[in-house]
């Protein structure tokens, strides 16, 4: 089995800045792309940012600028570095990760529980 297990979310002023943390464990052979969604409440789940196993990155238009990815490939671990964060950031914020497992040839998406992220006015 995978886990991914998040850190890092919490309550912070517009301005401000949080850095999530996503920690991925088990059986795991290979991980390709790592990425961060978030979901607020009543709109759809949303890429925020992706980054490939050579560190290629992907940004959503509304964190660009503001956000940044980054991965640890030795500890199959992504971070996501928010900063000038505004209230509207505000949601859960979920790791996914593409992971190719022990004894198999193909990749599967993992997700992690969320963190909640919450920027006040």
């Known amino acids: 089995q995978v886990q991914l297990v998040e850190s890092g979310g919490g309550l912070v002023q517009a301005g401000g800045s949080l850095r999530l943390s996503c920690a991925a464990s088990?059986?795991?052979?290979?991980?390709?792309?790592m990425g961060w969604y978030r979901q607020a409440p009543g709109k759809q789940r949303e890429l925020v940012a992706t980054i490939t196993s050579g560190g290629s990155t992907n940004y959503a238009g509304s964190v660009k600028g503001r956000f940044t990815i980054s991965r640890d490939n030795a500890e199959n671990t992504v971070y996501l570095q928010m900063n000038s964060l505004k209230p509207e950031d505000t949601a859960v914020y979920y790791c996914n990760a593409h992971v190719q497992r022990y004894y198999s040839s193909a990749y599967s998406s993992y997700w992690g529980q969320g963190t909640q992220v919450t920027v006040s006015s």
């Open positions: 088990g059986s795991i052979f290979s991980i390709n792309n």
